[in-house]
Structures are given as C-alpha cells and as structure tokens.
C-alpha cells in the first residue's frame, strides 16, 4: 500500500529550500528562452509548470521541473525550420503526449541501468561547469546567457576561452556584491547563531543585500553601480493587452508537417532521457534514500509539456541545476518545487519591477556554491579509491560533460561501463597454460548460476585451450539458465572438436530440455537433476584434478 504523503509535514524547511529555487529559476528560465529564440515569458510559463503541476504530480522529493538549457539548440533550430512559435508549440504538445505514453509503457524502467558512477560524473561534471559559466556573471560580463551548459556557446566563445575575456570586461561593482555574497553564504553555514535562522533562507539574505548595495550605487553617482544589463531583466507587461499577448496557442495546421512529428520525436526522446537522469541523480542526493518511480514521472513529464504548450511555454524536464540547489537549501518534500512554482507566478505577476533589480552576481554567487558542493575534489578521490572499473567511467563521463555535454557525456561513460562489463565476463578464474597439463588429468568447468551470451567468449576460449586426451567435465549443477548461445557451442565442442581431440566430455546436471546427454568417455555416469539453490559463482570457474576418474566406478 502507497503511503500517503503530507506534504505541509516540512514547510518550514521547504518553504526556505522552494524561495531559493525561486531565486535561481528565475535568471535561468529566462536566460534559456532567451538563447532559445523563443519570447521571454515562455520560459517563466514552462517554470511555473514544471514548479506546480510537475512538481505535485511528480513522486520526486527533490526534483525540480523547468526549461532546460539541454534543450536550447533543439528550440532554436525548430522555431527557425518550422517557421513560427506557434507551429513549435504544437511539437511541444506532440512530445508531451509521446512522453504520457512512455510512462505508461514504463519506459522509464531503462533509469534502473544507468551506472551510479556515471551518474556521480554526470554531477560532479554539471558542478565545473556550472562553476566555470558563473565565474564571468560574477564578475560583470553577461555575454553569454544565464544557464548555458554547452561547452561551446553561442556567443562563440567555450567554457574556457570565456574566461581569458572577462578580463577586458571586470565590473568592480559586480565583483563587490559577489564577494559580499559569497560571505553572506558562507556564514549562514558556518556562524552558530545564523545556523539557527532555517526560516530565513542565505541567499534571500544575499539578493536583498546585492539589490540594496546597487540601488545605494545608484543614488551615490558611484562608479560601482552596476548597469541594467547586469540585472535580471524581466519583461514587464503595462496593459492588459500586453498582459494576454505572453500567452499563445499552438498551430494545429500545421499537424500535416512532418518537420513537427520530427521535432517533437526529438524532444520527447532527449526530454526523457535528461529527465530520467536527473531523477537518478536526485535520488542520489536524496540523504533519506527515497526512490523515484520513473514511470509516473514520465507521465507528469508529459502532462507538464502539454500544459506547456497550451499556455505558450518552452518544454521542460527535470534539471540538475535547481534540483541540486533545492537538496543544498534543505528541501524535505516535493513542496519546495511546488513553492518554487507558485513565487514564479506571483513574483512575475505582482513584482516584476523590484525583481529586475536583483543583480546577475548575486545570483552567481548561489550557484558558485552549488557548483562546488557537486564538483566537490572529495568525490574524485572517492571514486579513485573504488578502483579502475569505478574510476574510469566516472572520469570519462565527467571530462566528457565538461567538454561537450550531458547526454554525450553520459553516453560515453555507460559505453566505457558496457565494455568493463564485456571485458569482465571474459575474466576467467584461472591460469590456464597448455603445458601444465598432462595426459589424463580431468578438467572441471563449473558453470555459473546464469550464463549468458556474455559469457560466451570466456567459455569458447576455455574449450578451444583444453589439451588433447584429456578429460573434461562441464557441470551445469548449479545452474539456473544457459543461453542458447552457450549451449550451442557446447553441443559443437562436444560432437566436433572433442572426437577430433581425443577429448573425453562429461556433462553433469544439463536438463533434458537442452536436449545434452551424456554419450562418451565415461562409464557409470549419472546425471544430475537441475538445481535451483545455487548462489556460488559469476564467472567460469576451471578446477584440475588429478585421477578423478580413477576412482569413480
């Protein structure tokens, strides 16, 4: 039975954790749809959605919805084939619906193979860059849009070229408000007597310090006043009208135009797979170990985008960037994305002029933190301790966010992990040398519980290595399945190779429906019945024992 879940029982906490997120949505929901060529308030729209809808229906407990800057080059380039916003809208709702079917379907089981440690490289990736991409806007170069997490940006620069610019391009008062930031959020984790104000959330502290330093700037004439470019920049509708023209409607002529079905097969697919990653990082963060059914967070995924797209909004997914700064703030439930949420529609609403003086660097210095924390050097050792088979695969995939991004990333390192696997089921757990043996000795091949296709490359070498005249027992006791792939070769070396070798071959506890039996080289054999109990090797084990046969009747 599904326990019910009181989402009020942390409020408090939740409440602080969802107006932090707030705060970071805010610049980034914009900063996407911005780069995305797409009218500034449909990323607040996708955030809003991701925030309440997605984030109540949603089981994640940490996860926050919103536009993604995963999804950037795919908007831009589909606006621009497609021909309007509009038309764009109606892939948006074409996905949503492909995304509702997958969750049904419960595709989202694939998260269930998705390596832990290519998941932990994933975030300790995402936290350089989103470390290094927040270094320029804490200094007063904006060049580059707010949540950028492409190794190459739009503005032609990359992660690290952009930061030999910013040296042309130092705002003293954007350094100032960074570093008074940085303390403020610091000593909210480190002075007793601030540890204890949980209600009053650092980086609320920070936004109204960095907004009250500027406006100070301001009125004093000061050369440290930092300009409006530098600020958040929120459109601000004065009529009515203006006020019902942010929201739009898809074009359902345009259902007929197979680029749509493209576009929308595209968003759904990367949609899903970005979104599932984040709900396995999120559970990884998760400090009470609380798991995510990824099905039914495809299906909220879904419902998101197609309200989405109804009201006018980018597509969204479940994003690393607001998800690690809600586990960092202290979230405790899903409600901290649903708070998110509802600060995004009344803060655009009600306070948009006051929320276009919060200064870009102030929001740099939150997400500096976060960046650190993900990429924190403790995770590397950790993983180097594991050994190479850990290791390798985190720092591929870590290097290869950095370098290129998440879904390429991501793809390299559970390649890296497939043929760790591949390579580990052709590690046979012996020595084997043709010159150890002589004639007589009996070869033991102990299958393991299950041997799969994967194993066959480990079986085949053992077979082709078996000296002539020798004796071989292939036993299949302890067994549970054997691929026909196995079997077949067996069969082969059995019926082929071993008369050719003089090789006497002894199969012990094969079912009948393998249709094996034992025909040559033995007298008073007797097969085994299959065994269901057996819990002993992963591998092939090869065992030599000397005049086994001559002492068996």
């Known amino acids: 039975m599904t326990k019910k879940i009181n989402l009020f029982a942390n409020f408090r906490s939740d409440f602080a954790s969802g107006l932090v997120v707030f705060l970071v949505a805010l610049p980034l929901c914009l900063g996407i749809a911005l780069a995305s060529g797409a009218p500034l308030f449909s990323g607040i729209i996708s955030g809003v959605i991701g925030g309440i809808v997605v984030g109540y229906l949603s089981k994640s407990h940490l996860s926050v919805s919103g536009p993604a800057a995963g999804l950037t080059a795919i908007v831009l380039v589909a606006i621009t084939d497609l021909g309007s916003f509009n038309s764009f809208l109606l892939a948006v709702l074409i996905a949503g619906i492909i995304q509702l079917t997958l969750g049904f379907i419960k595709a989202g089981s694939i998260s269930n193979y998705f390596p832990t440690n290519v998941i932990e490289g994933m975030l300790a990736g995402i936290g350089v860059?989103?470390?290094?991409?927040?270094?320029?806007?804490?200094?007063?170069?904006?060049?580059?849009?707010?949540?950028?997490?492409?190794?190459l940006q739009t503005d032609g620069q990359n992660t690290f070229s952009e930061l030999f610019s910013v040296f042309n391009h130092i705002q003293l008062g954007s350094v100032l408000i960074t570093l008074v930031s940085l303390a403020i959020l610091i000593a909210w984790t480190k002075v007793d007597f601030l540890k204890k104000l949980k209600l009053v959330p650092a980086a609320l502290i920070a936004?109204?310090?960095?907004?009250?330093?500027?406006?100070?700037?301001?009125?004093?004439?000061?050369?440290?006043?930092?300009?409006?470019?530098?600020?958040?920049?929120l459109p601000v509708p004065k009529t009515f009208e203006e006020l019902k023209n942010i929201f739009v409607t898809p074009d359902f002529s345009a259902i007929t135009n197979s680029k749509v079905w493209i576009v929308a097969i595209t968003i759904?697919?990367?949609?899903?797979?970005?979104?599932?990653?984040?709900?396995?990082?999120?559970?990884?963060?998760?400090?009470?170990?609380?798991?995510?059914?990824?099905?039914?967070?495809?299906?909220?995924?879904?419902?998101?985008?197609?309200l989405s797209s109804l009201l006018g909004g980018l597509p969204m997914t479940s994003v690393v960037v607001r998800t690690s700064a809600n586990n960092n703030a202290g979230a405790k439930s899903k409600m901290s994305a649903i708070i998110h949420g509802i600060l995004l529609?009344?803060?655009?609403?009600?306070?948009?002029?006051?929320?276009?003086?919060?200064?870009?660097?102030?929001?740099?210095?939150?997400?500096?933190?976060?960046?650190?924390?993900?990429?924190?050097?403790?995770?590397?050792?950790?993983?180097?301790?594991?050994?190479?088979?850990?290791?390798?695969?985190?720092?591929?995939?870590?290097?290869?966010?950095v370098f290129t991004d998440l879904l390429k990333g991501v793809a390299l390192g559970i390649i890296i992990s497939i043929i760790f696997v591949l390579k580990g089921n052709m590690v046979r757990a012996y020595s084997f040398r043709k010159e150890e043996y002589e004639d007589g000795d009996i070869i033991h091949i102990d299958l393991a519980q299950e041997v799969s296709f994967l194993n066959k490359a480990a079986i085949k070498t053992t077979l082709n290595e078996i000296p002539s005249n020798s004796k071989l027992v292939i036993n299949a006791t302890d067994t549970v399945y054997i691929a026909h792939d196995v079997l077949d070769l067996i069969k082969e070396f059995k019926k082929i190779k071993a008369r050719d070798a003089n090789i006497k071959v002894k199969l012990v506890g094969f079912e009948k429906a393998y249709n094996l039996v034992n025909t040559e080289g033995f007298k008073n054999t007797v097969t085994f019945e299959h065994k269901y109990d057996a819990m002993k090797r992963k591998n092939v084990i090869v065992d030599v024992k000397d005049n086994e046969f001559d002492n068996k009747n």
């Not at 936004?207 to 920049?233: K, R, T």
């Not at 970005?274 to 419902?303: F, P």
């Open 129 to 151: 860059i989103i470390f290094l991409k927040q270094i320029p806007h804490a200094i007063g170069y904006d060049n580059d849009f707010e949540g950028d997490e492409s190794f």
């Open 207 to 233: 936004v109204i310090v960095g907004i009250l330093l500027n406006e100070f700037f301001i009125q004093s004439g000061s050369s440290l006043a930092i300009a409006s470019e530098h600020l958040v920049s």
């Open 268 to 306: 759904a697919v990367v949609a899903s797979i970005e979104t599932l990653l984040c709900i396995e990082a999120a559970d990884r963060m998760d400090e009470q170990k609380r798991y995510t059914d990824t099905n039914l967070e495809l299906k909220a995924q879904g419902v998101g985008n197609i």
């Open 345 to 401: 529609l009344v803060s655009v609403m009600a306070i948009p002029t006051l929320l276009n003086k919060i200064p870009l660097a102030t929001l740099a210095a939150i997400l500096l933190l976060i960046g650190y924390k993900l990429a924190n050097p403790k995770i590397i050792k950790h993983f180097w301790s594991k050994g190479k088979y850990q290791f390798v695969p985190f720092i591929a995939t870590f290097v290869a966010v």
